[in-house]
């Protein structure tokens, strides 16, 4: 086996809102990229800044949300420049390949909700399975590359919580973790544009999920974890309690 090691950086972050269900899913999406290419990612989101914002010398945090709303910061910008801005980041997911960057979502409908501490647990239980597999499949190819957890700070106090119980426990599918450092980090997602990938993944998952809508998830669903163009979408999972042809669940 070789001793070529490397880290992928998980990037997490949510959409939606599992206690209030204002709307029927929520979402944990999270961008796995190799260590070496977080710079080079992050210049590139740096340089499409000055296009939509030339007298902001201060970096500007993009999220998704705000940025399809026109809230904030944004409603200066009228639609067609929004439209162009998302896409303009989205390609910047959509161009990358594999294995550089990889995407992973979990969605839950309300339909397979019985207490929000449930919600919160399988949604996130399954992320982190998914890219354990990512981190396994590599090991078994010689490869024993490492993963970390970067998590927007704001959930800092749940994940952390989340975390400890799964080292103690496994998850459902892994008896431990071994693949991934056990020391979680914490970021603000104005910090890091990594962060603000996962934010507009999670944002592509959660639109299409609630309204059907494709045009972001399109743009990420080439980059979402699979073993091959023959195989599903391992990095993608649905869980509901109704019949579904999502991409997701149309594999299963």
């Given amino acids: 086996m070789s001793d070529w090691k490397l880290m992928y950086l998980l990037y997490i972050d949510e959409s939606g809102d599992?206690?209030?269900?204002?709307?029927?899913?929520?979402?944990?999406?999270?961008?796995?990229?190799?260590?070496?290419?977080v710079t080079r990612l992050s210049r590139k989101l740096d340089t499409i800044q000055p296009e939509f914002f030339p007298h902001h010398q201060i970096p500007i945090a993009f999220h998704a949300s705000d940025l399809h709303a026109g809230r904030g910061q944004f409603a200066s910008l009228s639609p067609d420049k929004?439209?162009?801005?998302?896409?303009?980041?989205?390609t910047c997911i959509s161009s990358e390949h594999y294995p550089f960057l990889v995407t992973y979502?979990?969605?839950?409908?309300?339909?397979?909700?019985?207490?929000?501490?449930?919600?919160l647990y399988d949604?996130?239980?399954?992320?982190?399975?998914?890219?354990?597999v990512l981190l396994g499949r590599q090991f078994e190819h010689g490869q024993p590359n490492k993963g970390l957890?970067?998590?927007?700070?704001?959930?800092?106090?749940?994940?952390?919580?989340?975390?400890?119980?799964?080292?103690r426990e496994g998850t459902r599918w892994q008896r431990d973790l071994e693949h991934i450092i056990d020391i979680p980090y914490f970021a603000g997602?104005?910090?890091?544009?990594?962060?603000?990938?996962a934010d507009f993944c999670a944002y592509a998952v959660f639109?299409?999920?609630?309204?059907?809508?494709?045009?972001?998830?399109?743009?990420?669903?080439?980059?979402i974890d699979r073993r091959g163009p023959q195989y599903p979408p391992d990095g993608l999972k649905h869980y509901t309690r109704l019949p579904c042809k999502c991409e997701a669940c149309a594999w299963r």
């Fill in 105 to 119: 979502a979990t969605a839950t409908h309300v339909s397979h909700a019985s207490t929000q501490t449930q919600v």
């Fill in 207 to 223: 639109r299409y999920y609630v309204y059907g809508d494709r045009s972001y998830f399109d743009h990420i669903l080439p980059r």
């Fill in 82 to 90: 929004r439209s162009s801005l998302a896409d303009r980041i989205y």
């Fill in 18 to 37: 599992f206690q209030s269900w204002e709307h029927d899913h929520f979402v944990i999406a999270g961008v796995a990229v190799h260590e070496g290419q």
């Fill in 149 to 167: 957890l970067i998590i927007d700070q704001a959930h800092k106090e749940r994940y952390r919580e989340l975390i400890a119980n799964f080292r």
């Fill in 189 to 197: 997602r104005r910090d890091t544009r990594m962060l603000q990938l």
């Fill in 123 to 132: 949604t996130f239980q399954d992320i982190l399975s998914r890219f354990h």
